[in-house]
């Protein structure tokens, strides 16, 4: 089965540009259709194709349109192309090389929400990404596909593309509106939500890249058909981005539902060194873990949120046995540390304790109580903030925890028996300075 | 935000930046950029002889035209021009190198905004530097999927190759969102990887010599691994 | 915007059931039902709630995550829980989290005894701690101004202060660094936090984080007490508590009351209290004897003032600044008419009789709180910062918060300019002008004469007659003219067209709405109702001799005609305009007898008898709040033992006089008063109470108002067109504009906190101005003409008019005062 939506034509040449976007079949009578449609019509087509978001919570698309108010109020389409969730680079690829299905995209979105200026919130680090999405932006301006009166019909848009300059909880949805206004980009409590007061106070729809750009497919197949593709509510295919310990890492364009093990040994070719998979995340560094025994999952919303994890942003990062799972904490908590925006307790104290936690298991100086502790804070973090990125720490390293224990408890008995080793050798040595402080 | 900054116990004096650019001018107490201006930081106190940071005025700050269009430029496209406060933060960085106080001043000015809205902006955000720092980004990854795949070595023979070079910005980064090509680093917006420790020495080569920085490994060339791997 | 109507529906909380306004956030709503939810950052003063603390998680029935009750408004049928162990096990962890990184330093903390963080651990936490890393540490503590010392330490990043100066000051100056963990509050490259403001995030701060460098160590809560007055120091008159420990006052706090400050404290009224006890205080009694004044005993110097006013045959004169309770002003309008005979009593009102009737009139009076609901509001002639503070920051809330449309007209650039969404200049001066050509725009007639006149744009007066005409939508809303007391000054040729405006806004008699005037000190409002004004009694009751206002006063000083000058805490040469006119008329004076509490210039040179002043903390009796707030003042700390209160001394001197005035405490002064008031009929300080009243308010109280001598003032239109100087300048010179800073008093020059803000000249010019004359900002000038000059730093301003220069006045020395104006020359200082 070849059912390759979104990458189909992903690597002919020059498919950044109009012209040979047009040429494969782009801006053409999907398009057409899709604005000629009652907008009514279109968000119910959305809707029943059970399209649902590719940025991270998996909500429908078409719900989300579909609570945007009626009225003449300013109205806002904001894609998200953020992408800072750690092995998540799926965006990146389609932005680079189809820049115009994701105007196309927004282009329908816009309409389906009524909005009539939208802003592309691109991550700074983007630069590339971001000048071929200008040149593309500009390219659909001149070829009247952008600004006002759209293909002849009322319909008008406005598109500018917004550059980030580095932070990843600008992905989070209300952070990225306050960064978009020109603040600190620091998450706004909900509610209101976006779609009653967004950006600058207006009615605003917020989507991933991969589900805007992946409007005009379910448009020109039809709710219907698109929705017959993967399983039940999990409709469609999913970009997926594999790194770590694969063979051949890279983006893939799976039908929901494939098993993990087909992606990571099928697509992937399998584990660097024929080594055993020690854990993975199935959906970015936010993710509880799995573990090998869950290989055979079927790669969608549901079965993966029954397991206890989720499908995220459908970037599977694979950790094989020789790996150490407390670096790999250590390294996942740094981040979160790194990245809480600091406006919450719990996210901005539980990430630092955790990673001081952490820090001591290193060194050597901790007890296995400490697990104890460091579990219980992530039980207080979980729930307890603003927004969800402390709980994107806390899942996956409580995950770790559970799921690893015994191998904290051997590495943290190790390290102290190291750490007393060195403490032992630095007092034998009798011309070492003193250990405790210096008297100079 | 230009470091993170260290809290282990201790460390009561923070990193307050490369204060071997400037030097001290005054009382000495207070440690200054070049320029004469303060060095920011946790425990640091207020210069008390210092006036209150409000919106410069125009008729007496000085912007240099060609940045002032640029920032006006960005105000223009948005209904409320504050939105252009990253890219306008970037442009004067761009011009300046860092963030320095007057390039925060110079942003002000033309976006009528106080300096201290604007530096707090810059503060948070990775790409926006507070604190002096070399022309030549190098941003390494060191985030999960690359450290998987060696990233914390190469971040060590990077520093070693350029050394204390001050032309240089070299900062473990982030997940930088390119993943496929781990170990990657980002040298001047431009994404290469994966890079093997073998390929520093001609990389820091290629930056100083302003030449392209390893063109066969840029993200921008590479084909995406499988477009039609659906079919297996 | 008209103010909400609270709708009340019922929620359980606790298995109580509760009544709360619909809507109104959970954390006060359940304080209705005895229910505390601890909190943090929730600060309603400061607008929507963050969330960001996390401390008020509660538990509501058909929602699977705690909700935040400080975010959550309040349904019908709503069901919470706050003690189930869910909620306690999240308390706790907030706290728990909150605590690791905080030094619980509180046996040395400012704080310790009245602090948030203490009581809500207390009442919430686990009182454990499972934190065994090395905590954060920092220097501490820092200055952050010279008024402020920050202890990052404490900080539990709460955002309130930086929600503060950001979103309620709007100086957006103090701001959060960095972000996530390594967050810290702090200003631009180590720029202080200096602003009119800024001591109120003192009060913000739920921990000991900030904290009032003044008030550092000086007392613990247990053995201080607070004591509620209200602040005199400006017209705004905002309620506070004095911090008292062994009979000194040690800090200032707000006395929250919304309908005068909103809970807000400018830092004059917060750290000048200082001037209380400072060492250059007049504490005694004293007497001119060999060209200087000696400290005598009141014995003598009652007998000298006693001789004085008796040898000078009833040609004496008295004049009230705006410290002056409604009662001591009352006293000295008695002694100088009923007891000496002379008619010549003012407190620089500004206007004749008539014109206060028709200004006064209860029907056109607007409230502070207007300014906040209002659809517009049109600021006139004044710089509320500066004039009046408080009513600054109700300003922006009104526009931030209730979309209020504000518009400016003023001859400086005004602070509130970037808030306004029109701004008109005219000329220095041309009050007259500017009225007459924005009346003009309202009926159709001449725009263009005046206009000129006023050196005003004509196209943007019809703007803002626009604007004012179509407030409400189609037609006019509520508009309140927030306007400052001194463009009276053009007399009739500014009121009469006022008025026309507004009986064409339909202000009179509408609720929320109406004509609010900033007096050029603090109680103007109330020395005039006392009848401290030439042309008018207690009540403004008419007299059948009117006598000389400030002006005519110094005039007859100089002639002669009067030869002792009573002085209720005023000195002319830094208070009046023409300090060259007042210096001659107090030198011809053979007595003036001051009350003082500061040996400014004038009583320095020119007092014979000194009488030494109580200080506002000390004081008792009433004043009168611009928008007719009757308000008490009580003493928080008895009189250094040298000071005696002025009504006693008013008192004193009339009986010495034989006079039985039939005193024996302030209080029956105040009744006094309030009985030969018509409109306070009925009033006593019990009714006023602790938030004071306003007295229009009561229907009879509102029609005891007399009725203008000329009547139906608002309704006649001037007959005559009144000719106006054209605003044009010629070759060279500038029009001279004065402006007051709020740092400009002598409690402030007391204040040694505050000696950082004392304000030096400086002239304020264009730039293009500046680049004719050659002169460079910062550059040091002599501003002058007719003979006088004053030395003043160049100040360029990019919104300063063209033709226009703006000196300070109040200031000890080289004040605007010295220069007559109306045209100056600049030019560089002959040495720099
Ligand atoms: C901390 C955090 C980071 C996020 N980062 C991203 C991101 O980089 N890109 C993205 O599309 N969504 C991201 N999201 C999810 C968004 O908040 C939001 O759900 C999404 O943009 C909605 O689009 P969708 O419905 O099309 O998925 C993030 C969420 C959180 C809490
Ligand atoms: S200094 Fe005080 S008010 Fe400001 S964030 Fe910290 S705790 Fe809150
Ligand atoms: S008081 Fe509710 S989150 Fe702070």
Redesign the interface.
């Known amino acids: 089965m070849s059912s390759a939506i979104l990458f189909k034509d992903i690597d002919q040449p020059g498919l950044n540009t109009l012209a040979v976007y047009r040429e494969r079949g782009g801006y053409g009578d999907v398009l057409r259709k899709g604005l000629s449609m009652p907008r009514e019509a279109l968000v119910t087509e959305l809707v029943n194709s059970g399209l649902r978001g590719r940025g991270g919570a998996g909500f429908s698309m078409g719900k989300k349109a579909s609570f945007m108010p009626k009225g003449t109020m300013d109205k806002y389409l904001v894609c998200n192309a953020d992408e800072s969730e750690p092995g998540t680079f799926k965006d990146r690829e389609l932005m680079t090389k189809s820049p115009h299905m994701l105007i196309e995209g927004m282009i329908l979105g816009a309409y389906a929400a009524g909005a009539t200026r939208a802003f592309i919130y691109i991550r700074g680090e983007y630069a590339q990404m971001a000048d071929i999405l200008d040149d593309a932006v500009a390219e659909a301006y001149d070829a009247g596909l952008l600004g006002n009166n759209i293909l002849g019909t009322d319909h008008s848009l406005e598109l500018a593309v917004h550059r980030g300059a580095g932070a990843y909880i600008c992905g989070e949805e209300t952070a990225l509106l306050d960064s978009l206004e020109g603040k600190r980009g620091n998450p706004r409590l909900k509610p209101p939500f976006p779609a009653n007061q967004g950006l600058y106070q207006g009615p605003t729809l917020i989507n991933n890249v991969e589900t805007l750009a992946t409007i005009p497919h379910v448009l020109g197949m039809g709710a219907d058909e698109y929705a017959k593709i993967g399983v039940e509510n999990s409709t469609g295919t999913k970009l997926i981005s594999v790194s770590g310990h694969v063979k051949r890492p890279g983006n893939y364009e799976i039908e929901l539902g494939m098993s993990a093990r087909d992606i990571i040994y099928g697509l992937c070719g399998g584990i660097e060194g024929d080594l055993e998979v020690k854990l993975w995340f199935p959906g970015g560094s936010s993710s509880p873990v799995l573990t090998k025994d869950d290989l055979d999952l079927a790669y969608d919303f549901d079965t993966l949120a029954k397991a206890g994890s989720m499908l995220g942003s459908g970037a599977i990062i694979v950790v094989d046995e020789e790996t150490s799972v407390v670096d790999v904490c250590l390294k996942l908590a740094k981040f979160y540390k790194h990245e809480s925006c600091g406006k919450c307790t719990p996210c901005r104290e539980g990430t630092q304790w955790t990673v001081k936690m952490l820090e001591r298991i290193k060194s050597g100086q901790a007890t296995p109580m400490d697990l104890d502790i460091m579990a219980s804070v992530q039980e207080q973090i979980t729930g307890h903030c603003l927004c969800v990125l402390g709980d994107a720490m806390a899942m996956p390293v409580g995950s770790m925890i559970a799921k690893f224990r015994p191998e904290f408890e051997a590495y943290i008995e190790e390290a102290r028996q190291r750490s007393d080793a060195e403490l032992i050798a630095s007092l034998d040595a009798p011309n070492e300075a003193p250990l405790v402080g210096s008297l100079v | ?1 230009s470091r ?2 260290e ?4 460390t ?2 923070l990193p307050t930046g490369d204060l071997t650019l400037g030097q001290h001018v005054g009382s000495g107490e ?1 440690p200054r950029y070049r320029g004469g ?4 930081g ?7 002889t ?5 919106i410069p ?4 700050c000085h912007v240099p035209e060609d940045l002032r269009a640029e920032i006006e430029a960005h105000m223009a ?4 021009t ?6 306008a ?2 442009a004067a960085q761009k011009r300046h190198v860092w963030c320095t ?1 007057e390039a ?1 001043e110079q942003v002000a000015c033309v976006m ?10 810059a ?6 530097e ?1 604190r002096p720092v070399g022309r030549h980004k190098v ?1 390494v990854c060191t ?3 690359c ?3 060696g990233a914390d070595d190469l971040m060590d023979r990077v520093v070693e190759e350029i050394g204390d070079d001050p032309d240089f910005n070299v900062r473990s ?8 090509i ?1 170990p990657m680093i ?1 040298v001047d ?3 290469v990887g994966p890079v093997a420790l073998e390929d520093v020495p001609t990389m820091v080569a290629q930056i100083r010599a302003g030449d392209e920085v390893l063109p066969e490994q840029q ?2 060339r590479r ?10 | 915007m008209p103010r909400p109507e609270p709708q009340f529906i019922t929620f359980s909380i606790d298995g109580r059931e509760v009544q709360a306004p619909a809507n109104e956030m959970l954390v006060d709503a359940a304080k209705r039902g005895d229910v505390e939810i601890p909190v943090f950052c929730y600060e309603p003063k400061l607008g929507a709630p963050v969330g960001a603390c996390r401390m008020c998680l509660v538990d509501i029935e058909g929602i699977p995550k705690l909700q935040t009750g400080c975010s959550t408004p309040v349904k019908d049928g709503m069901v919470v829980h706050t003690q189930t162990k869910r909620v306690k096990d999240a308390q706790e962890s907030v706290l728990e989290f909150l605590l690791i990184n905080h030094p619980l330093d509180c046996p040395v903390c400012d704080k310790g005894g009245e602090c948030p963080l203490q009581d809500v651990s207390f009442g919430w936490g686990g009182g454990k701690t499972r934190f065994i890393e090395p905590k954060r540490h920092f220097k501490k503590p820092l200055e952050l101004s010279p008024l402020v010392a920050i202890d990052r330490e404490r900080c539990i990043l709460c955002y309130r202060c930086v929600r503060f100066s950001q979103e309620l000051s709007e100086d957006y100056q103090l701001v959060l660094h960095e972000r996530g963990a390594a967050t810290f509050v702090g200003t631009f490259d180590g720029h202080p936090y200096v602003a009119p403001f800024s001591g109120n995030i003192i009060e913000l701060c739920p921990v000991g984080a900030l904290t009032s460098r003044p008030y550092r160590f000086r007392a613990r809560p247990w053995d201080i007490e607070n004591s509620g007055s209200v602040c005199t120091l400006c017209p705004a008159q905002c309620n506070v508590a004095f911090t008292v420990r062994d009979d000194r006052v040690l800090r200032v706090m707000a006395r929250d009351n919304d309908e005068v400050d909103d809970g807000w404290l400018c830092d004059k009224g917060r750290f000048a209290y200082q001037s209380v006890h400072a060492e250059q205080r007049i504490v005694a009694p004293m007497v001119r004897d060999g060209g200087v004044l000696r400290e005598v005993p009141w014995a003598r110097a009652i007998e000298e003032a006693t001789l004085a006013l008796k040898k000078s045959g009833g040609r004496v004169a008295g004049l009230a600044g705006g410290a002056t309770t409604n009662e001591e002003g009352f006293l000295l309008q008695r002694l100088v008419r009923d007891v000496h005979g002379s008619p010549h009593v003012d407190s620089s009102a500004g206007l004749p009789r008539a014109g206060l009737l028709a200004m006064g009139d209860p029907a056109l009076q607007a409230t502070v709180a207007d300014l906040e609901f209002a659809h517009t509001v049109l600021v006139l002639g004044t710089e509320p910062v500066d004039d009046m503070p408080i009513v600054d920051l109700r300003l922006r809330k009104g526009v931030r918060r209730n979309r209020m449309t504000l518009a400016v007209a003023t001859s400086r650039p005004s602070s509130l300019d970037p808030n306004a969404v029109l701004s008109v200049r005219y000329a220095p001066g041309a009050e007259a002008a500017f009225v007459a050509a924005l009346s003009a725009a309202f009926y159709g007639g001449d725009v263009d004469t005046p206009a000129r006149a006023a050196g005003t744009d004509a196209g943007a007066v019809a703007e803002l007659a626009a604007l004012l005409r179509t407030s409400g939508g189609d037609e006019a809303g509520d508009v309140v003219v927030l306007y400052g007391e001194r463009v009276l000054a053009g007399g009739e040729a500014v009121t009469q067209p006022l008025l026309k405006l507004a009986g064409a806004l339909g202000l009179s008699g509408r609720a929320g709405a109406g004509l609010l005037g900033i007096p050029a000190a603090t109680n103007g409002r109330g020395l005039r109702e006392a009848g401290v004004v030439p042309d008018a009694g207690p009540g403004l009751a008419e007299l059948a001799t009117a006598g000389a206002d400030a002006a005519g006063i110094a005039a007859s000083l100089t002639a002669g005609d009067t030869t002792v000058l009573y002085l209720m805490h005023t000195d002319p040469l830094r208070d009046q305009p023409q300090r060259a006119t007042w210096d001659r008329a107090l030198d011809k004076a053979t007595h003036v007898i001051a009350h003082a509490g500061f040996m400014t210039e004038g009583i320095r040179e020119h007092a014979t008898v000194v009488f030494p002043a109580e200080s506002y903390a000390e004081k008792e009796g009433t004043i009168v709040h611009p928008d007719g707030r009757l308000q008490r003042l009580r003493p928080a700390i008895g009189r250094p033992a040298g000071v005696r209160a002025a009504w006693q001394v008013l008192d004193e001197l009339m009986r010495a006089a034989g006079v039985d005035t039939g005193l024996h405490t302030v209080h029956s002064a105040t009744r006094q008063l309030f009985e030969s008031v018509p409109f306070y009929a009925g009033l006593t300080v019990d009714t006023l109470g602790g938030k004071g009243l306003r007295w229009w308010e009561d229907e009879a109280r509102a029609a005891a108002w007399p009725e203008p001598a000329k009547p139906g003032l608002l309704a006649t239109v001037a007959s005559s067109t009144p000719t106006y100087e054209a605003a044009a300048t010629p070759n060279g010179a500038l029009r001279l504009g004065t402006f007051k800073s709020i740092w400009a008093s002598p409690e402030v020059e007391a204040s040694p906190a505050l000696k950082f803000l004392h304000p030096t000249q400086r002239v304020e010019l264009s730039p293009v101005d500046a680049e004719r004359l050659g002169i460079r900002h910062g550059e040091h000038v002599t501003v002058g003409g007719d003979g006088a000059s004053v030395a003043a730093v160049a100040h360029l301003r990019n919104e300063s008019p063209a033709g226009s220069a703006f000196l300070q006045s109040g200031i000890p020395e080289g004040a605007a005062n010295v220069l007559e104006g109306p045209l100056v020359e600049i030019r560089k200082a002959q040495s720099t």
């Not at chain 2, 084909?223 to 297996?232: F, H, R």
């Open positions: 935000m993170e900054l809290e282990e116990v201790g009561a004096g207070v201006s303060r060095t920011p946790w425990d640091d106190a207020v210069d008390l210092k006036d209150p940071a409000t005025d125009p008729s007496t496209k948005y209904p409320d504050r939105s252009a406060a990253i890219p933060l970037m106080p925060i009528r905004l106080t300096p201290g809205y604007l530096v707090a902006v503060g948070f955000y990775d790409m926006l507070t941003y985030n999960i999927s450290s998987l795949r980064f982030e997940c930088l969102g390119a993943c496929d781990a980002s917006d431009v994404y993200i921008i084909k995406s691994v499988d477009p039609n791997a659906v079919s297996t």
